[in-house]
Nanobody, 121 residues
Framework: QVQLVESGGGSVQAGGSLSLSCSAS????????MHWFRQAPGKEREAVAE???????NYADSVKGRFTISKDNAKNTLYLLMTNLKPEDAAMYYC???????????????WGKGTLVTISS
């Protein structure tokens, strides 16, 4: 059973930056498309960014140009660098692994438990 553990969440001022990490219990990046999702209070979980086996990336329109997804295969770690953070970026952030790159959470096979990002204005 693959385990994903997120870290790096915290409180940051609007306009600031934060870097999230997701550590995988085994080397899965060659098998799965890796994703970051987020869920704000009272809202549905939404896809934020994805990176496939060949390091091709895709982003939600709301974070394009501000967020960068990357991975370190040797460390089995997925990253999300978030810059120019806005109040609407506040959410619980989850990493997930899926057989395919997709915005649909139902297609994800493995999930972490999340790391909380709060934004102060």
């Amino acid at each position: 059973q693959v385990q994903l553990v997120e870290s790096g969440g915290g409180s940051v001022q609007a306009g600031g930056s934060l870097s999230l990490s997701c550590s995988a219990s085994e080397n899965i990046f060659g098998r799965y498309c890796m994703h970051w999702f987020r869920q704000a209070p009272g809202k549905e979980r939404e896809a934020v960014a994805e990176i496939d086996r060949d390091d091709r990336t895709n982003y939600a329109d709301s974070v394009k140009g501000r967020f960068t997804i990357s991975k370190d295969n040797a460390k089995n770690t997925l990253y999300l660098l978030m810059t120019n953070l806005k109040p609407e970026d506040a959410a619980m952030y989850y990493c997930a692994a899926g057989d395919f790159c997709s915005d649909y959470e139902e297609l994800m096979e493995y999930w972490g438990k999340g790391t909380l990002v709060t934004i102060s204005s």
